[in-house]
């Protein structure tokens, strides 16, 4: 069992910026991919980014690409989600969730998730 809390969500204005954190407790984080989904009301879950083992392959979907940068601290079990030129449509609950390969995770496969943070962006 894996456990995963996320932190950072906020009100921000368009244009904002915004860091998001998921501490990882439980079994090894280091054995795991790591990624973040959203939920916007009404909407999917979404895929956002994953970052593999070991940091060599990252993935963001392409709403969020040169906005978003995904990385992770195996020291600290912690992965993190900057968020730049935040818009409006941003707006959602960011899940932080794991799984054994990031291309799974890129795909909407995932083994465990968090609860979710509220992002929240006013125009």
């Known amino acids: 069992q894996v456990q995963l809390v996320e932190s950072g969500g906020g009100l921000v204005q368009a244009g904002g910026s915004l860091r998001l954190s998921c501490a990882a407790s439980g079994r090894t984080f280091s054995n795991y991919a790591m990624g973040w989904f959203r939920q916007a009301p009404g909407k999917e879950r979404e895929f956002v980014a994953a970052i593999s083992r070991g940091l060599t392959i990252t993935y963001a979907a392409d709403s969020v690409k040169g906005r978003f940068t995904i990385s992770r601290d195996n020291a600290k079990n912690t992965v993190y989600l900057q968020m730049n030129s935040l818009k409006p449509e941003d707006t959602a609950v960011y899940y932080c969730?794991?799984?054994?390969?990031?291309?799974?995770?890129?795909?909407?496969?995932?083994?465990?998730w968090g609860q979710g943070t509220q992002v929240t962006v006013s125009s």
């Open positions: 969730a794991v799984g054994p390969r990031v291309d799974r995770l890129r795909d909407g496969s995932y083994d465990y």
